[in-house]
């Protein structure tokens, strides 16, 4: 059995930063793509960015590339989003998932394990 848990979500002014950690459990984590992805209420969720198994291949959507960095740690089982000059436009739940695959997919669909999201709030 998979789990992801995500923490250090919380809310910060626009300009200010934060940075999420996913740890993840289970066997496997060496081996999996990592993504993060958030969501608005009523809104479809959108990648944000994704890691390959031994961290030399990255993905970001335009809307984070040059703000959001991620990188995974395989010690620790734990894959890290660091989020700089936040803005009111990234408010949302930001989920954390895995992919049993050598790429580094974008749809979430093609992730199998998910964690249950740690909300981020973004105020002017």
């Known amino acids: 059995q998979v789990q992801l848990v995500e923490s250090g979500g919380g809310s910060v002014q626009a300009g200010g930063s934060l940075r999420l950690s996913c740890e993840v459990s289970g066997d496997t984590f060496a081996i999996d793509a990592m993504g993060w992805f958030r969501q608005v209420s009523g809104e479809e969720r959108e990648f944000l960015a994704g890691?390959?198994?031994?961290?030399?291949?990255?993905r970001y959507a335009d809307s984070v590339e040059g703000r959001f960095t991620i990188s995974r740690d395989n010690a620790k089982k734990t894959v890290y989003l660091q989020m700089d000059s936040l803005t009111p436009e990234d408010t949302a739940a930001y989920y954390c998932a895995s992919s049993r695959t050598f790429t580094v997919p974008i749809l979430p669909r093609l992730y199998d394990y998910w964690g249950q999201g740690t909300q981020v709030t973004v105020s002017s």
């Open positions: 890691i390959g198994w031994n961290g030399r291949t990255t």
